[in-house]
């Protein structure tokens, strides 16, 4: 399969498939904090820094250990080009289950400048807490 892009509406039914789906935010930490799908999982493709955003080194290595593939990864960023980045990443390293969430968290326009609802918009549901193993700081620590 290569990388599908999906409506936040039909990636949430992935999701609740029952068929192993799991949602990949790789928006930054702070975006995460601020609320996510809920029960996503942050590796951030990028990092904010003082001059815009960086590409993260340790993006590939921490996916592959917590997420390795053949995992299938809902991917989802702000408004969608982070997310179809990281798809293309993941699919570069054999990842073959990807599905790119449209309009990502936030909703973005497409080139006619019309709205395409993001996760917030389609109602779906939105977390701000999560179990520790599922946050960047402690899935970038190394497994034991």
């Given at each position: 399969?290569?990388?599908?892009?999906?409506?936040?509406?039909?990636?949430?039914?992935?999701?609740?498939?029952?068929?192993?789906?799991?949602?990949?935010?790789?928006?930054?930490?702070?975006?995460?904090?601020?609320?996510?799908p809920?029960?996503?999982?942050?590796?951030?493709?990028?990092?904010?820094?003082?001059?815009?955003?960086?590409?993260?080194?340790?993006?590939?290595?921490?996916?592959?250990?917590?997420?390795?593939?053949?995992?299938?990864?809902v991917?989802?960023?702000?408004?969608?080009?982070?997310?179809?980045?990281?798809?293309?990443?993941?699919?570069?390293?054999?990842?073959?289950?990807l599905?790119?969430?449209?309009?990502?968290?936030?909703?973005?326009?497409?080139?006619?400048?019309?709205?395409?609802?993001?996760?917030?918009?389609?109602?779906?549901?939105?977390?701000?807490?999560?179990?520790?193993?599922?946050?960047?700081?402690?899935?970038?620590?190394?497994?034991?």
């Open positions: 399969m290569t990388t599908q892009n999906k409506r936040p509406a039909d990636a949430k039914a992935l999701l609740d498939s029952n068929a192993g789906w799991r949602y990949l935010d790789v928006r930054s930490v702070e975006e995460f904090d601020a609320g996510h809920a029960g996503a999982w942050n590796v951030p493709i990028f990092h904010r820094g003082p001059s815009g955003m960086m590409p993260n080194p340790e993006f590939e290595k921490v996916v592959q250990r917590v997420l390795p593939s053949p995992s299938k990864l991917v989802g960023c702000g408004s969608g080009p982070r997310s179809l980045r990281a798809c293309e990443v993941l699919a570069a390293v054999g990842y073959t289950d599905v790119n969430v449209e309009g990502g968290f936030n909703g973005a326009r497409d080139e006619m400048g019309r709205a395409i609802p993001g996760w917030v918009a389609a109602g779906l549901p939105v977390e701000k807490a999560s179990p520790p193993e599922r946050t960047y700081a402690q899935l970038l620590k190394p497994a034991k």
